[in-house]
């Protein structure tokens, strides 16, 4: 009556191992309505009955052996009902035996588990693909007991990312607040307070700097949300996913960085280029007014150091140019071996004997398109720096190479671009530079070197140098190491020509044509018109075009030379030029600006042909490129 009542499966058998035993020898209802057969059916008959396609030899095979011992049995196969239809029956099977031990029979209970194995086999899979998932994110994917102040649970991409093994961070012997940046603590502490007061589903986010097990510092983004409660409502364990970040936040801060220089680039440009206007002024009229006095007396004193002084400023304003990239270059096509090996004479000068300077050259460089007095700048400079590192000596190593930027490069380096490039290399084994230094390097008037040592501009010069000729350039640095300078110039396939001859200033020779002036300003009009007639030239001026226009119908003479400023309200200098041409085609054209981005130029780079004279200039520089000009071709 018990057996019939049992909400289980019951089925009793011989105890008959060999074939073709066993046989059954009782079921109850409860085994009916599981398989469908009645006790009627399945008496005398043995369980094989509910065997079929599925059903699993190697279960059969240990439920045999065990039974053979006389041992209990339980386990999980697919047995089929009377009208074929599959389910999934946990057995569990124990020896009945009579008072002197032996064994008279099987006694087996039956279930149906199929929903259970199915609700299993679900679980079992989800929780494959969330294994698979966190083990291919690339990511850390972590559980977080608050409670006990600990790791739960760390996905394997922990190793990649920070060097750890998921198993170290969750036995508890490397505390996840051990690695993190004691600046950042306080930061994780104030977020992890807000998730134990906040609802379920809100997520906190926080980027902190972790340590990875070689020593240096990873920055991880953090997403956190709770996902158990303790029964007061409590966070008990959070899950989060953690991110590195520390290559993007690199990138952002080279971009950032970039801009900043642009925006200071601008500014500088635009005072640079008023203020050449007033250095023209002040350059010219001071050299007037020495050549002018007897040299016994006292006042040529003052006004040479005025001309010192605004000699200095004009450097400046042209230092400031540079790292604009708004001075007007003269780019050709050379092979940077040669400039090396002409600035390594002068270098050799200025480098004291307790520092060694060491070139490596490749034999086979391809060329450059390049402003080569401006590149040769970039080298002085750089190997000063250098110089100035090593107050006790030490060596100065400048190299070249053929490189290829591809992309895995260029994904780590904001703002360029695939290709091929002339690498130029300057390093010194100095007191090098830490992070802080080395994220302000490129500004201008920044410098770590004693007041009245440096102006701060001599890097930010290189920058915008190496910048207008489509380059870049990069430094790496550490406290005690030295430091690297590397400048990348894109290849150029043109034949290279003969870089320019260095040539020795000659006597200034005046003359009798006529020269037109045309500036906008009228304190710079003003001093070249009188250093010009000081040489002799017979010289005409105009405020702006339409008035040099007007003036040159009015002549009967021709008018030799146009010396014109480019930019100008109304009418530019090269309209002027053209218009000018048109009524004297013989005219010669020379233009002078503080910095321009059109007009005579393209993207900085000055149209060949054209004659040109930057401001600031002195008399003497103006008269020798009026007369270089009037005797060209």
Known sequence: MALEQAPDAVMVTTADLDPPGPFI????????????????????KTPRVLQGERTQREVLDDLKRCLQRGQPFVGRTFNYRKNGEEFLMEASI???????GNIMYFMAVLRDVTDVWRVEESLRQNERLLRHVSDTLPAVLFVYDIENERLRYVSRESLAIIGYLPGELTAGDTPPEGLVHPDDLPLLEKEMLKLQRASDGTMVEAECRVQHRAGDWKWLALRAAVFDRLPDGSARQLLGVAIDVTESRRLREQLVQSSKLESLGRLAGGVAHDFNNLLTVMQSYAEMAQSVLPEEHSARTYVGQILKASEQASNLTNQMLAFARRRIISPQVFNLNELVREAEVFLRRLIPENIQMVTVLSPDL?????????????ILNLAINARD???EGGVITIETANVTLDEAYVAHHAEVQQGEYVLL????????????????????????????????????????IVKQAGGSIWVYSEPGKGTTFKVYLPRATDIPTALPERVERRRVEGGNETVLVVEDNDAVREVAVAALQARGYRVLQAANGEEALELVQSLAEPVHLLLTDVIMPGLS????????????????????SGYTENVIVHHGVLIEGTAFLPKPYRPAELARRVREVLDSG
């Not at 391809?366 to 970039?378: L, R, Y």
């Not at 008037?445 to 290189?462: A, D, M, P, R, Y």
């Open 366 to 378: 391809w060329q450059v398109h390049a402003d080569p007095t401006q590149i040769e700048q970039v």
């Open 25 to 44: 020898v009782y079921v109850n209802s409860a085994f009916t309505r599981l398989t469908g057969y009645s006790p009627e059916e399945m008496k005398g």
């Open 573 to 592: 200098g090269a309209v002027l030029a053209m218009k000018l041409r048109e009524i004297q085609p013989q005219v010669k054209v020379l233009y002078t």
């Open 425 to 464: 290399v300057v390093s010194d084994t100095g007191i090098g530079m830490d992070e802080r230094t080395l994220a302000r390097v490129f500004e201008p008037f920044f410098t770590t070197k004693e007041v009245g040592k440096g102006t701060g501009l001599g890097l930010s010069t290189c920058y915008g």
């Open 389 to 391: 590192a090593m107050p």
């Open 94 to 100: 124990a020896p009945l035996r009579d008072e002197s």
